[in-house]
């Protein structure tokens, strides 16, 4: 399967600061990019997601860059919120660039000091 | 729109014994995917099924398998278990490859 790696494990930020957070794959099939918020006790959410052929997607105060030539993608949160504190994921598909499945990065835990 | 619904979510076992973890995903949805999640190693994909067939698989043991019925409706099996299948087993779904997959809340498996 794929390799993505996600850092920081840990970020704390400001409230009303940016977060900053970037994972990198290793199959250059990887076509479609997923970011996901974890809440405690809940299953992960998919916040916003970027497939191959854009450099970049936004929503709000959430977005996501993807450089396909150096393998690599990056959540931005600005204007952060307490609610924005949770655990966030990235993921590629887990065989590169066909089938369902998803190889998670190892997540971060975000942290919004009031 | 009903969400992905796991059951049961909690459930204690003794090493050795085997369970049978169940998930409905999204009405239409017709892949289901499953996960492990554990501190030590994130979230890890077992499998994936689509119409009743398994696409894809994770690098996990036999004694972790799986099956999807007429009604996408999926279960997970895991076999012999061990102290370190201790984990919260997470189900998804969606409608066509590489769209959103909605996760379910998952089940907390404790084995002792």
């Known amino acids: 399967g794929e390799n993505v790696e996600q850092h920081p494990s840990t970020l704390s930020v400001q409230e009303g600061d940016s977060a900053v957070i970037k994972c990198t794959y290793s199959d250059s099939a990887s076509n479609y990019f997923p970011w996901y918020k974890q809440e405690l006790g809940k299953g992960p959410q998919l916040i916003i997601d970027i497939r191959s052929n854009v450099g970049e997607k936004k929503d709000q105060r959430i977005a996501v860059t993807l450089n396909k030539t150096a393998k690599h993608f990056s959540l931005h949160i600005t204007e952060t919120q307490p609610e924005d504190s949770a655990v966030y994921f990235c993921?590629?598909?887990?065989?590169?660039?066909?089938?369902?499945?998803?190889?998670f990065g190892k997540g971060t835990h975000l942290i919004i000091q009031p | 729109k009903a969400g992905v619904t796991q059951t049961p979510r909690y459930l204690i076992k003794t090493r050795g014994q085997q369970v049978t973890l169940s998930c409905s995903p999204i009405?239409?949805?017709?892949?289901v995917s499953w996960y492990q999640q554990t501190p030590g190693q994130g979230l890890q994909f077992l499998f994936e099924?689509?119409?009743?067939?398994?696409?894809n698989k994770g690098n996990f043991p036999g004694r972790f398998s799986g099956r999807q019925f007429s009604n996408s409706r999926s279960e997970m099996n895991v076999s012999t278990l061990e102290l370190g299948d201790s984990a919260l087993y997470l189900c998804?779904?969606?409608?066509?490859?590489?769209?959103?997959?909605?996760f379910g809340q998952g089940t907390r498996l404790t084995v002792v």
């Open positions: 009405s239409g949805h017709r892949s």
């Open positions: 099924y689509f119409s009743e067939t398994q696409r």
């Open positions: 998804a779904s969606s409608d066509t490859e590489n769209t959103e997959a909605f």
């Open positions: 993921a590629v598909p887990y065989s590169g660039g066909g089938a369902d499945g998803l190889t």
